[in-house]
């Protein structure tokens, strides 16, 4: 049976986003459970997938970040059927719906810059529930813990973590876990 991607993240919650190939080789050689592809093409996609399925990591494909593939639903059968990715990433809640009734992972990915942004995570996330949130940037507690008592999903904190320090605030926030592009915090 598939384990909840709430249950692999409380395992590892420590998320490696690479952006590059550099990213892509380091964390192979980490310890990182879970990976955000934020890079990549159409023609690439699947072989960057593979590399990491092939190291036994979950590949998470953020649908807006590789070129080539639109914001429709038909992306999520290409992503589906040729490549080996367990879930997506997306800002649309229309690809989240999608996603999950091909049995994907689910990650929203919401930018919170003001009040409206927040409002529209407790409008949003109860129509479709994501199997996660992720919030943006990480660094704001006190949005983390309003998130949490908004929605029933678990929220993932993401965008501009550096340090021990920031990993252990978003976690003592309510975040079952972190997204990262810094390196060093995928070997903390």
């Known amino acids: 049976m598939k384990m909840s991607f709430r249950e692999i993240l409380e395992d590892t919650p420590v998320i490696a986003a690479i952006k590059d190939m550099d990213g892509l080789e380091k964390c192979l050689k980490s310890d990182i459970q879970v990976v955000f592809i934020l890079y990549g093409d159409i023609c690439s996609i699947g072989g960057i997938v593979k590399r990491i399925k092939d190291a036994g990591k979950i590949a998470m494909v953020h649908m807006e970040l590789v ?3 639109s914001g429709k639903e038909v992306a999520l059968d290409f992503i589906k059927q ?6 997506i990433i997306t800002t649309k ?4 719906r999608y996603a999950k009734q091909l049995g994907l992972y689910t990650v929203h ?7 409206m942004a927040l409002s529209n995570i407790e409008k949003q996330v109860g129509s479709f529930q994501p199997d996660v949130i992720e919030v943006l940037p990480a660094i704001m507690p006190d949005i983390i813990r309003k998130v949490n008592k908004i929605s029933k ?10 340090s021990r320090q920031d990993v252990m605030t978003a ?10 592009t810094s390196q060093q915090v995928w070997f903390l």
Do not use: N, W
């Not at 040729?82 to 879930?87: M, R, S, V």
């Not at 809640?93 to 989240?96: D, F, P, Q, R, S």
């Open 109 to 115: 990915r919401y930018f919170v810059m003001d009040s």
């Open 82 to 87: 040729y490549t080996e990715a367990d879930g």
């Open 171 to 180: 976690l003592d926030s309510g975040a079952i876990a972190i997204s990262a």
């Open 67 to 69: 070129s080539g593939i």
């Open 153 to 162: 999903v678990p929220v993932i904190a993401g965008g501009l973590i550096s």
């Open 93 to 96: 809640h229309t690809l989240i």
